[in-house]
DNA sequence: AGGGCATATGCAATTATGTTCATATGCTCC
DNA sequence: GGAGCATATGAACATAATTGCATATGCCCT
């Protein structure tokens, strides 16, 4: 298989998420898989087996310098570093129209059968989810106040901030139907203890 | 490998997309397909061999039985009903606690390294996206208008009015981002354009 | 002396998802 | 008479993502 492809710019974006990643940087393995936890992990997530193996194939199609670093005490590691043709290709690749993913969320296949499922425990499903996403919000709203208050004026950092935004539109939205689900489930709930205690009371009389 | 497992309830879920499909009424692969392009598929896609495939081994793991339907002038087809052993299996499904899967969207990549890509062609993606989830509101809101205006009591609908729900809210969102988004890429794209222009005078100066 | 964590890397196997190709009939539209 | 669509199904191949296993050192805590 030949490594160099010019023209093809298919989907397999892992690949374009730590190249856009090292454009920050040169960085290890052992940093990207710690940024896959964090910052771009938001929204995308790898873990570090998955990373090493891109990492070396992204060396293979030539879009990657590496450099080894001997260490004492600790393993050597290997800085990867975007060289002008990795950079060539993330803008071609810039170029290809972009399909918006489906959710794929399995709490959404749960609501939609929701007379098939335990309701309570996919109430708490629910429940935790608006923990997290309250949780997720307020972390963006620190991001948002400590790195992007001011006016911005280069590029990388709109881009940032824009995803900011995008991430605390998400969140707020999020939050808001977590709290209307809730709502809406305690009253089927509600329902269904009444029905049951009214079963107790009528065996028991 | 036994098809019987009552304990283990992995992530594998475009079974459980199926399985619910199947909890509304027994239905053919080439029915679900079209389920799939459908209300199941505005968070969920599955090409017509995945369904296949899929409907096999969820026969083959007794949680759905089957019958042939011969036909004349067509070919036959195959009806696929939930049995109680699928059901049971989906109710315990439905316990297990749900991780909000990550967005992996090629477009917050782009976004995480605007200074690398075509900030035109970004741009275009995003009205595009912009289009796309106009449109998914206007048909979100016609079915909310049609199917879910008055009052619901059954948990079956209200399963999925809640999923409408978050869909309504989750397009509005989207829509607000991108009309920022547009605007402050318009910027951008502004001064580069009166850059280019300086330049240009300059030259021919 | 042993447990656990941070550093640093990677192979192998499995599971999940997506794409290409294949088949077969009858209908309608041009 | 051919193009294209609706009906109806599936094998085989290809890509992507997850999970289990493996290694090695130094540090800190108990």
Redesign the interface.
């Given at each position: 298989m030949p490594a160099a492809n010019g023209a093809k710019c298919p989907?397999m974006?892992l690949a374009?998420?730590i190249l856009?990643?090292l454009?920050?940087r040169p960085m290890t393995g052992y940093e990207l898989t710690k940024t896959f936890d964090t910052s771009?992990?938001f929204?995308?997530?790898a873990a570090h087996q998955q990373v090493y193996r891109e990492l070396q194939q992204l060396r293979a199609s030539g879009f990657l310098d590496s450099e080894e670093v001997i260490q004492t005490g600790k393993p050597n590691k290997t800085i990867y570093t975007v060289n002008a043709r990795g950079?060539r290709h993330?803008?071609e690749w810039?170029?290809a129209?972009?399909?918006?993913?489906?959710?794929?969320?399995?709490?959404?296949?749960?609501?939609?059968?929701?007379?098939?499922?335990?309701?309570a425990?996919?109430r708490a499903?629910i429940a935790?989810?608006l923990v997290?996403h309250k949780a997720r919000l307020a972390l963006y709203e620190r991001i948002e106040a400590k790195r992007f208050s001011g006016r911005i004026n280069?590029?990388?950092r709109?881009?940032?901030k824009?995803?900011l935004?995008?991430g605390l539109?998400?969140e707020?939205?999020?939050i808001?139907?977590c709290e209307?689900?809730l709502a809406?489930l305690d009253q089927?709930l509600g329902k269904a203890l009444r029905a049951g205690r009214e079963r107790r009371q009528k065996a028991s009389a």
């Open positions: 989907a974006a374009e998420a856009v990643c454009t920050e771009i992990g929204f995308w997530r950079r993330l803008k810039s170029r129209a972009t399909e918006r993913p489906p959710a794929r969320d399995n709490l959404y296949v749960k609501l939609y059968a929701l007379d098939c499922v335990d309701l425990a996919v499903q935790e989810r997290m280069d590029l990388r709109t881009g940032l824009l995803g935004q995008l539109t998400v707020r939205g999020a808001a139907w209307t689900a809406t089927h």
